[in-house]
Nanobody, 107 residues
Framework: QVQLVESGGGSAQPGGTLRISCTVSQEIAEDFYLGWYREKRDEIANIHPGETTRVQDRYIVSRDNAKRMLYLEITNLKPEDTGVYFC?????????WGPGARITVSS
């Protein structure tokens, strides 16, 4: 079964930067499109199998296939970025949602 587990997150002030991590099960680490979602609903960013880094607006997605890790860095944080973030395949698999990582942005 494909598993992805998020870690990191926390609190920050508007304008700051936060990074969250995701451990990816071995069978999808190299070959799958991966993505980040907020509240399992909003598609935030994705990264293709052959990419190591992708920048989409304020979101920087990176992957390290050797370490089976996926990362999301959010820059210039805004209060509306507050929420629980999840990693999954792109598009997401319903049985692969992890516990999520919470980000809170407030002054």
């Amino acid at each position: 079964q494909v598993q992805l587990v998020e870690s990191g997150g926390g609190s920050a002030q508007p304008g700051g930067t936060l990074r969250i991590s995701c451990t990816v099960s071995q069978e999808i680490a190299e070959d799958f499109y991966l993505g980040w979602y907020r509240e399992k609903r909003d598609e935030i960013a994705n990264i293709h199998p052959g990419e190591t880094t992708r920048v989409q607006d304020r979101y920087i997605v990176s992957r390290d296939n050797a370490k089976r890790m996926l990362y999301l860095e959010i820059t210039n944080l805004k209060p509306e970025d507050t929420g629980v973030y999840f990693c999954n395949t792109w598009p997401p698999r319903s049985r692969s949602w992890g516990p999520g990582a919470r980000i809170t942005v407030s002054s």
